[in-house]
């Protein structure tokens, strides 16, 4: 499969982490009880993937508690990669609403091109409208995607200066049709222990950021 074009979420993801990954935050969870008001910004990001239940074919299981959760289907082949699933996104008014979810890109690993299709059950209405086309390089990548059911344009490009240190350059233009605004975000990054990367970005929209980050890594063995 090393003409495979990934699934769809890998479109523009290298200069997406890099500029975003890290700096967001998760609305806070709001708890109301009688006399107790509670407010608390937790969440639990937990996934994980099967593969090859048949050649081809894996599944995968992603959970960001308490906003959402989704199971998929994963097809992986030459020139070819399909997704399809269901999960539930939170509703303040509902509580969760269910979802089924659709992907697919052609191409190879130079170029690909893909759509993501998100339609929500609760109200009959398509939650998202997406498409992407990628161009990767060895040491250069390119996207360019139209996001918010195709109101919003995203060009990026991600650059590896040094993987041993996992040094490297992004940048995004987005702009929303609708609202005709544009803005630019340009980011670095950089290793500076094993376990620790260090990362900022200046926007037009925003003032200058930075963000650590500490990756640990748990392996467990079986027998």
């Known amino acids: 499969m090393s003409n495979c074009p990934g699934l769809y979420i890998n ?3 290298e200069a997406r982490d890099l500029l975003y990954k890290g700096y967001g935050q ?28 048949i050649p081809g074919l894996g599944t995968a299981f992603k959970l960001i508690a308490p906003y959402t959760g989704k199971v998929e289907l994963q097809y992986l082949h030459d020139y070819a ?12 008014f509902r509580g969760y609403d269910p979802l ?15 759509t993501d299709i998100v339609f929500d059950i609760s109200a009959r209405a398509f939650n998202r409208i997406d498409a992407g086309l990628s161009l990767r ?12 059911k195709l109101d919003t344009l995203r060009a990026s490009c991600y650059h590896t200066v040094n993987p041993l240190t996992q040094t ?7 702009h929303s049709f609708s609202i005709s605004d544009t803005s630019i975000t340009m980011g670095t990054q950089q290793a500076i222990f094993t376990s620790t990367l260090v990362k900022a970005r ?22």
Do not use: M, Y
């Open 100 to 114: 089924i979810s659709f992907s697919g890109v052609v191409g190879s690993t130079l170029v690909s091109l893909g």
């Open 26 to 53: 998760h609305p806070p969870v709001h708890f109301h009880q009688q006399f107790i008001d509670l407010n608390c910004d937790l969440s639990c990001d937990l996934s994980c993937r099967i593969e090859e239940i």
């Open 11 to 13: 479109i523009g993801k």
């Open 81 to 92: 990669a399909i997704t399809a699933g269901t999960g539930v996104i939170a509703n303040a």
């Open 168 to 174: 490297a350059v992004a940048a995004e233009l987005k």
């Open 137 to 148: 390089f060895p040491a250069l990548v390119a996207s360019l995607n139209l996001n918010d």
């Open 202 to 223: 200046v926007s037009t929209k925003e003032a200058r950021r930075l963000c650590f980050r500490n990756t640990f890594n748990i392996h467990i063995n079986g027998a």
